[in-house]
């Protein structure tokens, strides 16, 4: 499984949104989007705010893309999740990595911050029941198109959302040959690096 992803690319970063900015092209030059997925499928992740009465729920989702999805090059900007339903439109904090990796599974188990670099933090677009939501980065992530993209999204713990309509669900697309390239977690309190990831092959 992966998330609808979409990159946003100056050249010299559905599912998610990244943007690249081509270090030659400071000066106003064009802009491409990569989009991976196409939808298909739709889901409470990557910012899971489902939960039982009474709870506090963070959640964490780890995914891979692929160099020959992205094949770009440049500087990862912005980052966004294509929506499909939600009334809810409330703030989702969020803290965002990413690293490259020659790792094309994402097996259940345990995760850290290890070897990442912390590119966002703060609150996640939700500003309307369904359609891209996107945030641009704190820190732009350089992209070579030589490994493959790995993202982790921490979001931080919130009142759960009651009601079928009511939680944000997002689009994703199903992968081929079997093997997981998302793994996610959602329970009570904030995520920490002891908690395990479930993994998702759909």
Known sequence: MKIFLKFIIRQI?????????NSLQLSGQSVSEVFIGT?????NYPLNR????????????????LQSEINDVGYITKLAFNKYSGTNTGDIP???????????SLPLGTTSTSGYT????????NNAESGWMEVELDQKFEYANIYN??????????PF?????????????????????????????EWDDTKILTEDHN
């Open 94 to 104: 969020v803290t965002i990595y990413m690293k490259l990796t020659s790792a094309t």
């Open 161 to 189: 959302l009651e009601g079928a309509d009511v939680p944000p669900r997002y689009y994703y697309t199903s992968t081929s040959g079997g093997s997981a390239r998302a793994r996610f977690w959602c329970n009570t309190g």
């Open 50 to 65: 489902t939960g039982f009465s009474g709870d506090e729920r963070g959640s964490a989702a780890e995914m891979i893309y």
């Open 118 to 125: 912390q590119v966002y933090i703060g609150s996640f677009t």
């Open 39 to 43: 939808g298909g499928g739709n889901q």
């Open 13 to 21: 970063f559905p599912i998610i949104i990244l943007c690249l900015l």
């Open 149 to 158: 993209l790995q993202i982790l999204v921490i979001k931080g713990s919130q």
